[in-house]
Structure formats: structure tokens, C-alpha cells
């Protein structure tokens, strides 16, 4: 049950990215919803609903559909974050990524987000 429930999560969070890409993007909201996937990606490894390869592709996509123009406008924390996100399949390999700062970069954004004030984030995580 937790497993279907998680890949719900992951494709309602990848569905509302899509919309964003598609649009006038606000950066803000972007960089929300890309920080609580990249939390909800964390959670569905942990229960393992997706795999490791999978969760590399929803970052891969993100930065292929990122135009220019946006990317020049994204934070650095977002960029880091996606770069981390494109190494998902690399995890426990000498140049793999660091979770621990995967979470933190989302944290931080998070963090910087003025609508999330009264958010909290590792009750929104741990749910």
C-alpha cells in the first residue's frame, strides 16, 4: 500500500512540474516543487516504490525540459539539486551523489520559500 501511494505522490509532484514547464513558469513555485519531488524521491527510495534508476530519470527530464532562459533565472541550491537529482543511479559509487545533501539543498529551498513560513517540512516529509 505505502509503495502505491508513494508513486502517486511522485507522479501528481512530476504532473504539477510538467505544467509549470509548459507555462509563464514562476521560479518560486518551480523551485518548490522541485525541492518537495526531490523529498518525496527520498521517501519512495526508502520504501523502495522506485528505484534508483527511475528517480535519476525524473531529474534528467526536468533538466532537459528546463529551457535556457529559466535555468539562468533558477537559484544555484535548484541547480545543484538537479545535478544531484541526475545522479540518483549513481548512489554508492566513488562519484555518486550525497543524499545528505540532496535533502539539504531541498531543505534549503524550502526553507527560503515565504508561503512555507508555517510549513513544516519534515512533518510534510514524514506523513
Given at each position: 500500500?505505502?509503495?502505491?501511494?508513494?508513486?502517486?505522490?511522485?507522479?501528481?509532484?512530476?504532473?504539477?512540474?510538467?505544467?509549470?514547464?509548459?507555462?509563464?513558469?514562476?521560479?518560486?513555485?518551480?523551485?518548490?516543487?522541485?525541492?518537495?519531488?526531490?523529498?518525496?524521491?527520498?521517501?519512495?527510495?526508502?520504501?523502495?516504490?522506485?528505484?534508483?534508476?527511475?528517480?535519476?530519470?525524473?531529474?534528467?527530464?526536468?533538466?532537459?525540459?528546463?529551457?535556457?532562459?529559466?535555468?539562468?533565472k533558477t537559484?544555484?541550491?535548484?541547480?545543484?539539486?538537479?545535478?544531484?537529482?541526475?545522479?540518483?543511479?549513481?548512489?554508492?559509487?566513488?562519484?555518486?551523489?550525497?543524499?545528505?545533501?540532496?535533502?539539504?539543498?531541498?531543505?534549503?529551498?524550502?526553507?527560503r520559500d515565504?508561503?512555507?513560513?508555517?510549513?513544516?517540512?519534515?512533518?510534510?516529509?514524514?506523513?
Amino acid at each position: 500500500m505505502k509503495k502505491n501511494t508513494q508513486k502517486t505522490i511522485l507522479k501528481n509532484r512530476l504532473d504539477a512540474i510538467r505544467v509549470l514547464l509548459k507555462g509563464q513558469v514562476d521560479i518560486s513555485q518551480f523551485e518548490r516543487e522541485v525541492a518537495l519531488l526531490a523529498l518525496d524521491v527520498l521517501v519512495a527510495l526508502d520504501v523502495k516504490a522506485v528505484s534508483f534508476k527511475e528517480a535519476d530519470r525524473y531529474f534528467t527530464d526536468i533538466a532537459y525540459k528546463m529551457e535556457e532562459e529559466m535555468e539562468q533565472k533558477t537559484s544555484e541550491d535548484l541547480s545543484a539539486l538537479v545535478a544531484e537529482g541526475m545522479l540518483l543511479d549513481e548512489v554508492g559509487k566513488k562519484y555518486g551523489p550525497n543524499l545528505a545533501e540532496f535533502r539539504e539543498l531541498a531543505t534549503r529551498i524550502l526553507a527560503r520559500d515565504k508561503k512555507l513560513v508555517n510549513y513544516s517540512v519534515l512533518s510534510r516529509t514524514f506523513a
